[in-house]
Each structure stands twice: as C-alpha cells, then as structure tokens.
C-alpha cells in the first residue's frame, strides 16, 4: 500500500484564462524574482534574468544554504587532470560541464542522444532538434518508453552548445556555420514545453503538420496526439516559420483528456519561455518542502506536470491544476497551470545509531558476543574510493555499536584503525605521496575525484554512493571526537560539497547528483545512454544525504545539516515511490510481473541490475546498507507489500547475495518477522553477509526491531 493520493479539484481552472493575461503584465513590472541562491556564476537556463508570479511560501520556512568557500576547499587539493572521457563537446566556455544530470546526454561526447524532461522527450539534431512524447511498452521485467520524434524542427544550424544549466534547467545555443547564434532552444524537467528564441531573424522548419497559425498558433496531429506550435510574433505558411529576432516559438503536445480549458492556458504560457529554474527547500518536524519556481523570460505563469512523489502523502494544496494528463513510464502525470511546484516529503532526520534500548539481556549478549567476533574478523581496509569508504563505514559501524552496548574496550582499537585509515584519506596533499586513498581537483571537469577509481568514478559516476559512506564513516567517529573532525574537515567538506554543494560556483556545480523535480539523484557522470541517465541504488543514495547529516552534526555545520535532511527526506520518498514500493496499479505499469523496479532510467524502468540477474539482487541493491535510517523503508508501507518483495528475492530463503539486508528487510513488516529473521540470521553463511556490513550489526538490527 502506498501513501494515500491526494486528488488535486479543478476549480481555479477557469480563473487561469483570465489570470494570465493580467499577470502576463503585472510580472514585468514588479513580480520578478532573484534567485534565491543567488550566485554570479554558472547562471539558470537562458540566463539569470526573468521572473516569475508571487507566490506564498507553504510549509516550512525557507532554509538558509550552506555557507561554502568552494574555491579554498578545491585548492586544498592537489590539482590533477584525472578525470576521463569527459568530453565537454558541445558545452560554451565558462559553463561548468553538468555532469549526473537528467539532460548530461546533451553535452558530453560526440553522438547526440535524446534527453526526457517529462512529459517529453528531446534531442538535438545536426540542423535543429526533435521533440517527442514517449509511448511507454510495459513487459514482464520493463516499462520502456524511448525517444520517437514526433516534431522535427530545422534551423540551419550547424553546431550546438550548452551555454546555461541549472538543475532543472537547460538551454543550449544553435549556431550557423559561422558561429554566430541562431537562437536558444530551452527544455526543462517538468515543463511541457520545448522553446527555441530566436538570436536574429531566422527561417525555421516548424514540423510536418503545421500549416497556418490562427491567433499565434498551429496545431498537428501526430500518431493520436495532438501537438502545438505557439509564437510570440512571427509567419507560418505551409511550414515554413519565418521568426524575428527575439521571437520565440514553443512546442507542446496536449494531454490525454484536456479539460476545456487546457488548450488556452498553455498557449497563453507557451510563448513566454522558461529561462530558468529556482530551487528553495525548507524542513520542518514532519515535512521537508522543495519548491521549483519556473522563471519565464516576461515573469508570465507556465505549467508543469505532477510525479507520483509530488502527490503521494501529505501536500499542499494546488490550484491551476486537473488541465489533463500525460502517460510516461513513471506513471500517469497530473498537468498543472502555474510557476511554482511545492511538494512535501516525510521528514528523516540522519541518524547512526540504532534503538537498543528496550532489547533483551539474551539478545544484548549474543550481538556482544558477534561483535568480538566481527570486530576481529576486519581485514585490511580496501584502496578504491567505493570499496574503501564501504569498509570503513562497516567498521565505524561496529565501533558506534560496541560503545552503544557498554563495550568500548572490545572496540577501542577498531576505532583507532578507522581513524587513522580516514586521517589519510583526508590528507589534502595525499596524492602527491601515492595513487590510493586520496583525492584530487580536475578543474577541467570541475570535480573531486578520488583515486583508486571504481565503478567510473573518474568519469563523475556514483560520487554521492562513494563519499557518503566516507562521509557517514567520519560523522560516526567524528560525533564525539573533535580532534578528528579538525583533522578531516578540508577533504570531507570537500567531498561534501563535490556532491550536493547547494549554490554554483566557478569550482563546482549546483547539486551535481540531485535532480529536484524528479526527487532524487542520477548516478552516471556523462549519461551515454540513448535511455538517459539511470540510478540503480537508491538506498545509497539515501545513505550519501544520511552520511552528508552525519558528518554536518559532528562537524557543527547547522546549515548543511538542514539541506541533508531535505535531501535525505526527499530521495527517501522517492525511492519508495519508484523503487521499491511503486504504483503497481497505474494503468502504465499492467503487465510488469514483479514487485520492484531496480533500475530506473529517464526513459526506461528496469527489473535488472547492472551486475546481476538474480532476485535477490534486484531487492538488495535497494536497501545497501540498510543503516539506522533506513525504517524510511516502510513509511507507509504495508507489511505485506514488504513481505511479498522478500519472498521474490528470495525464493529459496535468505543464503543469498544481500540475504543479511534482506532479512533486515522483512524486519521492517513487524516484530514476529524480525523475531523469525533472528534465528535465520543467525545461521546464515558469511558470503551471505555483505562487506559493508556485519552479523553483530544484523543482529542488533533486527533485536532492535523487535526480534
């Protein structure tokens, strides 16, 4: 069972036809809003200019970002080109390279790939671009839902490039063969609009269908959908779009069941272009927000289409909203009339340490007893920065949990191990002295990037699933022990702010990993995938914000410690929502045969890993590492949905790959399950037993769930 679904009226509808062409002018005069996160660098989509209409904060106050020197913690570093196959081709100079973003296809290597900003789906061609509404194919084991071009435009163009991002955002620049600008075409998550500007005046090839405009526009039809083309000035005849410098023409399809309205509130909003995208956050005791505010070049109102993770659980109150509805592989999408998205998530605050209070003397004394045992089993810590971290965060595990039960001494010098293993990987100097355990600024690529690679970490992949078990690793040791927080503070903030820094800098990119209207992160560095980009273990990624708050609490930074809340609060819901408790009862998924999508892509959704086809792999890359945070697992979740996805992870019991998270799991559905996954646990093979974690933590874990 899902979080109940808050069904959004349509009234406001009809206010909207109105309330467009009112504000269409007030907002230029008075309404238009600064960046939040202000910033003179790396500017949103088209620029830093427009604006948007006034809106209400709702829910939580606004948090205030972190306050971060990104240029004193980057030349801390050593400086070293270490990055690879970041091949910025068509990115304008001064623009940091937007790795681990939903539109990264358009930027890096040589072949042009389709991006999916929902509802739609893009792609540059080598004189223009194409548009597109992807049809999702549901199978057994996928919902795909690829790129079929649906509006060809031509522009002349010979070359494009990048010249303004923002994590939501992107415009790029076509260019004749001269080099000089055509226009900018802009696309944004959520948006469904496509909008090109026109730099000078230019004749464009509007798409097959379009003929005549009436009242600044033209419609298509186009494989069952309808399709529009709107101008703010301009001549369509037979096709043929002649535009004059500034003009802009946008692009749209209309949805599945309009309502009366629909068609004329977005022309009204289409042909004043988004430019940019706003992203503020607030927590409170039960909800952490995340407002998008989607800037148009005359600060009119736009529109935008509504997630599963936007309406599940408690939200605010929208209006503009019940326009129609657009299929994607993520499920049926809500259209919405307005510029500010706010959406709510259960709070989770970042913890490490698990309840053991109310466990029992027979239970307390065989984690004890594990705990011995474990803590003399810990080996050599690994070199990478994926396995490395993962070791040390295991083992800083063991040390928390010794001294949670009274047992300092059987772990002391565990803990002096783990200490001394991250005093090195915090040597801002490190790599001038060796090739392992230390970290380096590219300044081409605009990242940290740790050596030894794993897993294409020198190609920006997964950095938020490698430095949060290093920053989890450091908040664990570092909660009662200043000195070590003094000594790791420059490379862990480093790392800090190479994954989520809140504010662009001339160093490092705007939360390079978290997509805020998707509600989560990306995990490949360039995305060369004709699918988009991908992420596999949303569970890490909720462990990446867990660790950000952890090492914000023992290193007393109060700002930081609020954005990793949002952060962890909202790739929690989401990864609920869409990996391991999705909406099986949406009409796009009929026909998928399993409990959980264990790959999610932009244009794609995946029973599959990149590393196994088995079932328990499925399930368990989902919850790694199942630390003290993960109960967000089952926050409105009912048992039984947890207990359906164990049994198909695990059909012939709990002696598999993952079987120590996947009991974890099953604990989640109630005290009679975790008290059956004890005694499992108990005799459950090492190889069953994951690297980053332990039998005593296992134990303890499922004792403290009512074993």
């Known amino acids: 069972m899902t979080g109940a679904t808050t069904f959004l009226p349509g009234s406001g509808r009809t206010r909207w036809v109105v309330a467009l062409a009112v504000l269409a002018v007030a907002a230029v005069v008075v309404l238009l809003v600064l960046r939040p996160w202000g910033g003179t660098v790396a500017p949103a989509a088209g620029g830093s200019g427009g604006g948007a209409p006034a809106a209400p904060v709702v829910g939580p106050d606004d948090a205030t970002p972190p306050d971060v020197d990104a240029a004193a913690l980057t030349s801390a570093l050593v400086q070293a080109p270490d990055a690879k196959k970041i091949d910025s081709v068509r990115l304008a100079e001064g623009v940091a390279p937007p790795s681990n973003r939903w539109y990264s296809g358009l930027v890096f290597g040589k072949e042009l790939l389709p991006v999916f900003p929902l509802p739609l789906s893009f792609a540059l061609t080598p004189s223009g671009f194409t548009v597109g509404l992807p049809d999702p194919v549901t199978s057994a084991k996928a919902v795909v839902g690829p790129h079929v071009p649906a509006v060809t435009v031509d522009v002349g163009a010979a070359s494009a490039q990048v010249v303004a991002a923002d994590p939501v955002a992107v415009t790029t620049r076509l260019l004749d063969a001269g080099g000089a600008p055509l226009g900018d075409v802009t696309v944004a998550a959520g948006s469904p609009f496509v909008s090109f500007t026109a730099a000078a005046d230019v004749d464009v090839v509007a798409g097959e269908g379009f003929t005549t405009l009436t009242d600044g526009v033209a419609e298509a039809e186009v494989a069952g959908t309808t399709w529009a083309l709107a101008v703010s000035d301009g001549t369509l005849t037979d096709g043929a779009l002649a535009l004059p410098q500034g003009a802009t023409a946008a692009w749209y399809a209309l949805p599945d069941d309009p309502s009366d309205d629909a068609a004329a509130v977005l022309a009204a909003a289409a042909v004043d272009p988004v430019v940019g995208v706003d992203v503020t956050y607030g927590v409170g005791d039960d909800v952490a927000r995340t407002t998008l505010t989607y800037r148009t070049a005359g600060a009119t109102p736009s529109a935008y289409v509504l997630m599963r993770h936007h309406t599940t659980g408690d939200q605010p109150e929208r209006d503009g909203c019940g326009l129609g509805t657009y299929r994607s592989v993520y499920g049926t999408l809500e259209l919405c009339a307005g510029s500010t998205l706010t959406s709510f998530a259960p709070t989770l605050h970042p913890t490490g340490?698990?309840?053991?209070?109310?466990?029992?003397?027979?239970?307390?004394?065989?984690?004890?007893?594990?705990?011995?045992?474990?803590?003399?089993?810990?080996?050599?810590?690994?070199?990478?920065?994926?396995?490395?971290?993962?070791?040390?965060?295991?083992?800083?595990?063991?040390?928390?949990?010794?001294?949670?039960?009274?047992?300092?001494?059987?772990?002391?010098?565990?803990?002096?191990?783990?200490?001394?293993?991250?005093?090195?990987?915090?040597?801002?100097?490190?790599?001038?002295?060796?090739?392992?355990?230390?970290?380096?600024?590219?300044?081409?690529?605009?990242?940290?990037?740790?050596?030894?690679?794993?897993?294409?970490?020198?190609?920006?992949?997964?950095?938020?699933?490698?430095?949060?078990?290093?920053?989890?690793?450091?908040?664990?040791?570092?909660?009662?022990?200043?000195?070590?927080?003094?000594?790791?503070?420059?490379?862990?903030?480093?790392?800090?702010?190479?994954?989520?820094?809140?504010?662009?800098?001339?160093?490092l990119p705007q939360l390079r990993t978290f997509d805020p209207y998707a509600g989560h992160a990306w995990a490949s560095g360039t995305s060369p995938f004709a699918d988009g980009n991908n992420q596999e273990s949303a569970s890490e990624a909720v462990n990446a914000w867990n660790g950000l708050g952890l090492w914000a609490a023992a290193s007393g930074q109060d700002d930081l410690l609020t954005q990793a809340t949002w952060l962890a609060s909202t790739e929690a819901a989401s990864a609920r929502d869409y990996w391991t408790d999705p909406d099986l009862d949406d009409p796009v998924t009929e026909g998928f045969e399993h409990r959980v999508f264990a790959l999610n892509w932009s244009g794609k959704r995946d029973y599959a890993t990149w590393f196994s086809p088995e079932p328990s792999a499925m399930l368990g890359i989902l919850l790694i590492p199942m630390g003290p945070v993960s109960d967000y697992l089952a926050v409105d979740v009912d048992p039984a949905t947890i207990l359906a996805a164990a049994d198909e992870a695990t059909p012939a019991g709990p002696d598999v790959k993952f079987g120590d998270y996947l009991l974890m799991y099953r604990a989640l559905a109630g005290p009679e399950e975790a008290s059956a996954a004890w005694d499992d646990a108990v005799g459950l093979s090492d190889t069953s037993v994951d690297d980053g974690s332990s039998r005593a933590y296992l134990l303890a874990w499922l004792a403290a769930h009512g074993a």
């Not at 002096?416 to 002295?433: K, N, Q």
């Not at 664990?476 to 862990?492: S, Y």
Request: net charge negative.
């Open 353 to 507: 340490e698990l309840d053991l209070e109310g466990v029992d003397g027979e239970r307390r004394d065989a984690v004890l007893a594990q705990l011995e045992l474990d803590v003399a089993a810990t080996g050599a810590f690994a070199s990478d920065t994926y396995y490395g971290g993962k070791h040390l965060y295991r083992a800083a595990t063991l040390v928390r949990l010794g001294e949670s039960l009274g047992a300092p001494d059987t772990v002391a010098e565990l803990r002096t191990r783990v200490a001394d293993a991250l005093r090195e990987w915090a040597e801002p100097t490190g790599c001038d002295a060796r090739d392992a355990r230390c970290f380096v600024y590219d300044e081409a690529a605009r990242s940290v990037i740790g050596r030894t690679w794993s897993f294409g970490s020198q190609e920006l992949n997964d950095h938020h699933f490698h430095y949060g078990y290093l920053l989890s690793a450091a908040g664990l040791l570092g909660a009662d022990d200043p000195d070590l927080v003094d000594d790791l503070r420059p490379v862990m903030d480093a790392l800090a702010a190479d994954i989520a820094a809140a504010e662009p800098s001339q160093e």
